[in-house]
């Protein structure tokens, strides 16, 4: 298998030291994996950047998910499967950044002549925003990773190390607030300009 180790890290009493949340044996495991981990996330990402971003983010996330481990040779295929998931959300989101920036390019350039389409763009992207500011932390947390960012429900439930239907429920929850809120400002936006009409 790709990830297969040939040494053992961690004795059994490291292990258990671990999973009690000791920072040194903690140290010691990303000291062990990060090389390897890292040669194997740059030769797709090409980018000291975003490989140091995605080993932090796989190092977290097994820091935090620690108590799932069954023994120490699990962790480096743990570690591993959380690399590849991350690459793969990393390349979603690099895939709908473009198509996003490609689109906002040709849409914006079509329509210069149309200043008040543009405007009204504008204040709706500025009307979501302050809606989005507004929700609990936890649901303006997780909207913003699976609207904007591309995110999957398993892939923020181990980001944010909740179960998968938290996650779900609280997407379900902070669409619905958005909803129901933009209804009501454009509702009465429009009853004013039936008004002056």
């Not at 009690?20 to 950047?49: C, M």
């Not at 796989?58 to 295929?77: K, S």
């Not at 959300?89 to 040709?106: C, G, L, M, T």
């Not at 904007?148 to 179960?163: H, T, V």
């Amino acid at each position: 298998m790709e990830y297969e180790q040939d040494f053992e890290v961690l004795s059994d009493r490291e292990f258990i030291q671990f999973i009690a949340g000791n920072q040194e044996v903690f140290r010691k495991i990303f000291d062990s994996y990060h090389r390897r981990l890292y040669s194997f996330v740059f030769s797709f990402t090409k980018s000291h950047h975003d490989t140091e971003e995605i080993i932090q983010d796989t190092f977290v996330t097994l820091y935090t998910n620690r108590e799932n481990l069954r023994d120490a040779t699990g962790i480096y295929p743990y570690l591993f499967v959380v690399a590849k998931r991350l690459l793969i959300s990393e390349f979603r989101k690099k895939v709908v950044r473009s198509k996003y920036q490609h689109y906002i390019a040709f849409h914006w350039s079509e329509s210069t002549t149309n200043t008040q389409d543009q405007l009204a763009e504008r204040e709706l992207s500025s009307t979501l925003d302050n809606l989005i500011a507004k929700l609990p932390k936890k649901e303006q947390q997780v909207y913003k990773l699976n609207k904007l960012e591309g995110m999957s429900y398993q892939e923020i439930a181990e980001k944010c190390g909740q179960s998968k239907n938290t996650v779900k429920n609280q997407i379900i929850a902070a669409s619905k607030k958005l909803r129901w809120k933009l209804d009501k400002i454009y509702f009465l936006n429009l009853l004013m300009a039936l008004t002056i009409l």
